[in-house]
């Protein structure tokens, strides 16, 4: 079973920064949390992932809380084509496979 | 262009048939998976293979079979496909095992 809780759904204007929040309260101190995200019918795109501090690259930012029980995923300017399912994943480096649970579906509206 | 190639993009068969999936990549990873996703669910692993002709069974491995002869060649069969709503099977790599996985574009299986 996936270890993270996200909610199905999300809206977000274009142009207007997306939150995709993250909640992982059982994530053990050597577990990452990493962000995919999948447009329909096409297979799931890397976004980010990170252990303990805030993380940025070109498509977006991780902000994990520092207990580590939630983090959230910034796209800063959403546009029409980040319209997509986003994937939440928590697991250790080595030792763990990915498990995708159900994702929250980001609609960017005109 | 480096990338998993996953061909064809959609597959028919009848029930009972056997069919392969192919699964090719030309990023020189050593580790490939193979992931089934059905109809508004999450992705599910079937096989994954750390290294050539190696492979071990993921969470939904009855029904299906893998073999890794080449670094850059993961096929998957089908055995004896089922009548079930239209599954997408995605393939992925990595650099190693459980590192950042990439992943193919799909191939949508329907059992007629």
């Known amino acids: 079973d996936a270890k993270t809780t996200q909610p199905p759904s999300m809206d977000c204007a274009e142009g207007r920064a997306a939150n995709l929040p993250c909640n992982h309260s059982?994530?053990?101190?050597?577990?990452?949390v990493y962000w995919y995200r999948q447009i329909h019918s096409q297979g799931p795109q890397y976004i980010i992932h990170?252990?303990?501090n805030n993380e940025t690259n070109e498509m977006a930012s991780l902000i994990i809380t520092e207990d580590r029980k939630s983090s959230t995923l910034i796209l800063p300017h959403a546009t029409l084509r980040d319209t997509a399912v986003y994937y939440c994943?928590?697991?250790?480096?080595?030792?763990?496979?990915?498990?995708f649970g159900p994702g929250t579906r980001l609609s960017v509206l005109p | 262009d480096g990338g998993i190639t996953q061909s064809p993009k959609y597959l028919f068969r009848k029930e009972g048939q056997n069919v392969t999936l192919s699964c090719e990549q030309n990023?020189?990873?050593?580790?490939m998976y193979w992931y089934r996703q059905d109809p508004g669910q999450g992705l599910r692993l079937i096989y994954y293979?750390?290294?050539?002709?190696?492979?071990q069974k993921g969470d939904i491995a009855e029904g299906y079979s893998v073999s890794r002869e080449k670094k850059e060649s993961f096929p998957l069969t089908v055995t004896s496909a089922k009548k079930n709503p239209p599954a997408f099977y995605l393939c992925?790599?990595?650099?190693?095992?459980?590192?950042?996985?990439?992943f193919g574009p799909g191939t949508r299986l329907l059992v007629l």
């Open positions: 059982t994530i053990s101190g050597n577990e990452y």
């Open positions: 994943i928590v697991r250790v480096a080595y030792g763990q496979n990915f498990v």
């Open positions: 990170g252990l303990k």
């Open positions: 990023l020189n990873h050593d580790a």
């Open positions: 293979s750390q290294i050539v002709n190696d492979f």
């Open positions: 992925a790599s990595s650099t190693g095992n459980q590192e950042t996985q990439y």
